[in-house]
């Protein structure tokens, strides 16, 4: 089935789509001090072709300390239909941080001459320190305190951004989804349990609707080798 469209989302803003992948209990990680491995090479060859296809992908400040991720396409074809369709090669970078506990030297600062410099969010009383901190290393904007995920993509559909991935932590999907700003949801189960109450779960108390009066639609179930594919379209956004 093919991508949902912006004009499903809210107007005035980008079509926010939520990806993650998580054992069956839950989980996107596990307590130990690497980095549990949730995906395949299939999927995250899906995720790439994903990534190919939106203006931004966002990350919390977690994410960038616990993976160090660069935020790029990786398939060379992919970037190259991006630059022919007048797109720079990857998306723009996103980062999204409360404390401005984050390392210039990460990946995700990496200055390249093909893809725009980063774009920090930061909580108010982190902005002037953020900002000495990062150089020229990203632009960091002031989100409010605490961060406001709405106040993130005003900006971001100031800059042109239309379809927008976040790809976590458990935080930041908390975070767009209790303000009501996810209109589709990719979910990729790992066939295995992690069990341990310390580890990060793909969503943390927040005041999201729940329940079953609060459904989404199924737009995908796909097999990926042993994990499950769940595509919803989040009803309401």
Known sequence: M?????T????????VLASVAMSLDGY????????????????????DEVRAGVDAILVGAGTVRADDPRLLVRSGRRRDERVATGRPPSPL???????GGLDPSSAVFARRPDV?????YASSPAVAGLRARLADAAEVVDAGDPPDPATVLADLA????ER?????????HTAFLTAGLVDELQVVVAPFFVGDARAPR?????GFPQGPEHRMRLVEARPIGDLVLLRYAVRGS
């Open 116 to 120: 725009a410099p980063t774009l920090v």
């Open 93 to 99: 970078r996103v980062v999204l941080s409360a404390s």
């Open 164 to 172: 927008l991935m976040v790809e976590g932590g458990g935080a930041v």
């Open 8 to 15: 499903e989302g809210r107007a005035g803003r980008p079509h």
């Open 202 to 206: 793909f969503v943390r108390d927040g």
């Open 28 to 47: 996107i990680d596990d307590a130990g001090p690497c980095t549990l491995v949730l995906s395949d090479a299939e999927d995250l060859n899906r995720v």
């Open 158 to 161: 100031g800059r042109g951004v």
């Open 2 to 6: 093919g991508a949902l469209t912006a």
